[in-house]
């Protein structure tokens, strides 16, 4: 996600192009596609594909038909076709790979209604491109206040200037259906230009935004996800999460896109894996299953009569319970199968920076007495002098009381 415009700057400071994935060189833009083609030539007779990606603003692309057989390579900023008048946008793919994103987004490459590109962008286009880019905070402020003075339940999230200024998309997302036949007449008279509604959902109002998710990085819709798939609460069931809402939704309110990263893996893992509701039949009692873990292949399962203590059972042993079980017969008790299973797990690590051990910090230290050395080597101390001096436990003490005595003789004589 940088480009040698955006990268650093003096003293490793970022810089930032601050144009929102519009870099001229393409290299910090969003879903960007890599030309693996760009250095192939084509085969003798071949005419090259004559339409090209380009994007507008954040993530919306479009395909156009190149019929002026302009050299246009990636990068380049074109005038298109609009509704009317034309739109300016920036060349994101050219060639043969074009064809294969037009399959994969479903357009008809062979459609002759295809919006054309007119010319390249003159720097008179690209100026006032750039003065209808620079307006857009303004009016999505303005756009707010006069919703919320119209009192419309709905949410202004982006707006998006048409190149030649003369028409502005705003993107809102609301919950119910609303009336903004108002809104657009007061929109129209206090900016001058053609406005278009157009209703998102909150997904894609993330996607435009962007943000930082829970794990710490951007959000996988502004960045590189290319397609929202539904995410329900049996991938969070199946994955073994707590069904919190709280924990499992996103910033868009909706659940969390990464639900279905590893859903494929779980399902795989739980094809011949024994159902949470398996009940085990033994001559000591009916067990039920409490937890699994489905990674480790391990069940835990407790008697009715004694829910808490729970017995360890790997998942080929509750198949072997279970097929006796269909021909009526009962195991002894699930303790024959859990002694098995019993095996202390031993850390083992290499200590291959050459630190200490990896649970050094798990003990806590035992603070350090200085007084207690400094009193026990003073004691010590005491006890040699009097083994030297006999009988005499304190020399010095008789010592002064001598002196004292002949100070008093003095005086009286």
Not at 12 to 40: A, E, H, I, Y
């Amino acid at each position: 996600m940088g480009c040698s415009s955006c990268s650093t700057g003096k003293d490793g400071q970022p810089r930032g192009c601050k144009n929102n994935g519009t870099c001229g060189t393409d290299g910090c833009n969003k879903l960007t596609v890599f030309d693996w083609l760009s250095n192939m030539s084509l085969p003798n007779g071949e005419k090259p594909f004559d339409c090209v990606e380009v994007r507008f603003k954040n993530s919306r692309k479009e395909f156009f038909r190149n019929t002026e057989n302009l050299t246009l390579s990636i990068g380049d900023i074109v005038a298109t076709q609009a509704s009317s008048g034309h739109d300016v946008g920036m060349v994101t793919l050219t060639g043969e790979l074009v064809k294969v994103q037009m399959k994969r987004k479903k357009v008809d490459y062979k459609d002759k209604d295809l919006p054309k590109i007119h010319r390249k962008a003159t720097q008179n286009d690209i100026d006032k491109w750039q003065k209808c880019r620079d307006r857009e905070e303004e009016i999505k402020k303005r756009a707010r206040e006069i919703a919320i003075i119209l009192k419309l339940q709905m949410k202004i999230s982006d707006v998006e200037f048409q190149g030649d200024g003369s028409k502005a998309t705003f993107y809102y997302t609301a919950e119910d259906r609303v009336d903004f036949r108002q809104l657009i007449k007061d929109m129209a008279k206090a900016f001058g230009i053609r406005i278009e509604m157009r209703q998102i959902g909150y997904r894609q109002e993330a996607q435009r935004l962007g943000g930082i998710g829970s794990c710490g990085r951007e959000l996988c819709c502004s960045t590189w996800l290319t397609d929202f798939r539904s995410v329900s609460t049996s991938a969070a069931r199946y994955q073994q999460l707590s069904l919190n809402p709280q924990k499992l939704a996103g910033q868009c309110g909706k659940l969390k896109c990464c639900l279905n990263y590893e859903l494929d893996m779980y399902l795989e893992a739980l094809k011949d894996f024994p159902s949470q509701d398996t009940k085990l039949f033994t001559e000591k009692g009916l067990a039920f299953c409490q937890k699994t873990d489905i990674f480790k292949g391990m069940l835990w399962f407790s008697y009715k009569e004694d829910p808490s203590s729970w017995h360890t059972l790997t998942k080929e042993q509750v198949q072997e319970i279970l097929e006796k079980n269909k021909k009526k017969e009962k195991v002894a008790s699930l303790e024959e199968y859990t002694v098995d299973n019993f095996v202390k797990e031993e850390k083992v690590f290499e200590n291959v920076v050459g630190q200490d051990s990896l649970t050094r910090f798990d003990k806590p230290k035992r603070p350090r007495n200085r007084n207690r050395k400094r009193n026990k080597a003073k004691s010590n101390s005491g006890k040699n002098k009097n083994s030297n001096s006999g009988n005499n436990p304190n020399p010095q003490k008789k010592r002064g009381r001598r002196n004292n005595n002949q100070k008093r003789q003095q005086k009286n004589g």
